[in-house]
């Protein structure tokens, strides 16, 4: 009896103090909306996922979605610590306890850990040289995760930098501190070590997901970068943890984060990537340029290009004809306003992107995301195609496109890219030779005694 009412206050006080602070987060939102006159729908989203209603405000301002961002990853801490030390007292839970973390799971883990009771064998005494607690495990991951939502919410939203700070320096401090504290006060293998730190890269994943600060895509595509970097830096945390008396200095290097990200703001990489790509095709330039200058959808599959999220043409617009005219180029995620310099009737068609639609689309439960790097981080600058005829009624088909980059590190970001323009160039090559040598198969035919085409004819 008198361990339960010891036990029963404890958790009511947890349950109660963890209540407050997620409930927290609702008001917010709805303070927010009412500031700024807009209606709120009180409905099971805005349960689970209050800050998604921020996410989808039109036209939000970014101090309104910093400050957002900002008080919810303020109150993800604070139960993550409050529900540490619970956890520390059940002796048991630790990996909930992270969960608390995460906006939506918070709640399923602050309801299991309110619900589960001490474990009443007795504790082993501890020994020099024993593994750390395993809340001290917990304690390195919350560490490490909290590290990438706070450097995501700094460098891209806030300083809209996107280079080494974010891309190199951040992964292998968060391995660094992550794995200088889990072997506090006894070292841990370097399997566990590294289990943490793929840990804590997994709970910052989720973080920035549901707090809408990043899409999935993106960070897949620089998991094999970053993941690498965090294992170096959790190696080297736990070497540090073996020698280091003073447990402060890991978290020196913390403090040069902010200055590096001023520095990739103020100087952001300017790569520019040319490409050139042909094709024959076996119809005249005159069916080639009906092709290239027609209003039609773009009938080749996107391929890998558009699961990965990333941009690719869909159909284009010519409103008018001769250098000037305006040309729409209707992209997966959006349309790009583009003007026409060349035109040259069956010889060349030249076209220059004024206004760019976002580089890809993520994949996120939000409409919409604070994701700078959506816009002006890849651009398109000219586009050129060149007709040349060959013998027999064929055409050769030349495209030119310039691109630029502005994304660091480029030695890692420049072959994804290529890879990118390359997918697309490809596919638009092989739907203009498909629509040409239709509509040249087309106009053999109606010319044709039998109405027949060329292949009806071989056959």
Same mark, same amino acid.
């Given at each position: 009896m008198t361990y339960l009412r010891t036990e029963l206050p404890a958790a009511l006080l947890y349950a109660l103090a963890a209540a407050a602070l997620?409930?927290?987060?609702?008001?917010? +939102?709805? =303070?927010? #909306?009412?500031? $700024?006159?807009m209606p709120l729908a009180i409905d099971g989203y805005f349960w689970l996922l209050p800050i998604r209603q921020l996410a989808m405000l039109p036209d939000m301002s970014p101090f309104v979605a910093i400050g957002g961002f900002a008080f919810c990853l303020g109150i993800s801490g604070a139960l993550a610590l409050l529900s540490l030390r619970r956890a520390q007292r059940l002796g048991r839970g630790? !990996?909930?306890? &992270?969960?608390?973390?995460?906006?939506?799971?918070?709640? #399923?883990? +602050? @309801? @299991?850990?309110?619900? &589960?009771? /001490?474990?009443?064998?007795e504790v082993e005494p501890r020994h020099a040289g024993d593994p750390a607690a395993?809340?001290? $495990?917990?304690?390195?991951? #919350?560490?490490?995760?909290? =590290?990438?939502?706070?450097? @995501?919410?700094?460098?891209?939203?806030?300083? !809209?930098?996107?280079?080494?700070?974010l891309f190199v320096a951040t992964p292998f401090l968060v391995g660094l501190i992550t794995g200088f504290l889990v072997n506090r006060g006894g070292v841990r293998s370097v399997n566990e070590t590294a289990g943490a730190v793929a840990a804590a890269g997994v709970l910052g994943t989720l973080a920035l997901l549901m707090l809408a600060l990043e899409g999935l895509m993106c960070i897949v595509l620089i998991v094999p970068l970053a993941g690498g970097l965090a294992m170096i830096g959790g190696v080297i945390g736990r070497a540090a943890a073996k020698r280091l008396v003073d447990p402060r200095q890991p978290f020196?290097?913390? *403090?040069? =984060?902010? =200055?590096? #990200?001023? $520095?990739?703001a103020a100087m952001p990489p300017e790569l520019p990537i040319a490409t050139r790509a042909a094709i024959t095709i076996d119809a005249p330039p005159e069916a080639v340029w009906a092709s290239l200058t027609a209003d039609r959808p773009v009938r080749e599959k996107p391929g890998l290009v558009g699961i990965a999220g990333l941009a690719y043409p869909v159909a284009a617009r010519i409103a008018g004809e001769g250098a000037g005219a305006h040309r729409h180029g209707v992209f997966s995620t959006g349309t790009a306003d583009e003007r026409i310099t060349v035109w040259q009737p069956g010889r060349a068609l030249a076209f220059r992107v004024v206004r760019q639609p976002p580089a890809m689309e993520e994949m996120s439960p939000y409409r919409k995301l604070q994701t700078p790097h959506l816009v002006g981080y890849f651009d398109t600058g000219e586009t050129r195609f060149d007709l040349t005829p060959l013998p027999d009624g064929r055409t050769r088909l030349t495209i030119s496109a !310039?691109? +630029?980059?502005?994304?660091? /590190? +480029? $030695?890692?970001?420049?072959?994804?890219?290529?890879? *990118?323009?390359g997918q697309n160039v490809s596919r638009?090559?092989?739907?203009?030779?498909?629509?040409?040598?239709?509509?040249?198969?087309?106009?053999?035919?109606?010319?044709? /005694?039998?109405?027949k085409s060329l292949a009806q004819l071989a056959d």
């Open positions: 997620i409930l927290s987060q609702h008001i917010m +939102v709805f =303070l927010a #909306f009412h500031a $700024l006159d630790g !990996g909930l306890a &992270l969960g608390a973390m995460i906006p939506t799971l918070q709640i #399923f883990a +602050v @309801v @299991v850990l309110a619900l &589960l009771w /001490p474990r009443r064998e395993p809340h001290q $495990l917990a304690i390195g991951i #919350f560490a490490g995760t909290a =590290l990438i939502v706070a450097a @995501v919410a700094v460098s891209a939203v806030t300083t !809209g930098a996107y280079g080494w700070g020196y290097s913390v *403090a040069l =984060l902010p =200055l590096i #990200f001023l $520095l990739d !310039g691109h +630029v980059l502005r994304i660091d /590190p +480029v $030695l890692y970001w420049a072959p994804i890219a290529r890879w *990118a323009i638009i090559l092989a739907d203009v030779r498909h629509d040409a040598e239709g509509r040249h198969e087309a106009r053999l035919a109606a010319h044709s /005694p039998d109405g």
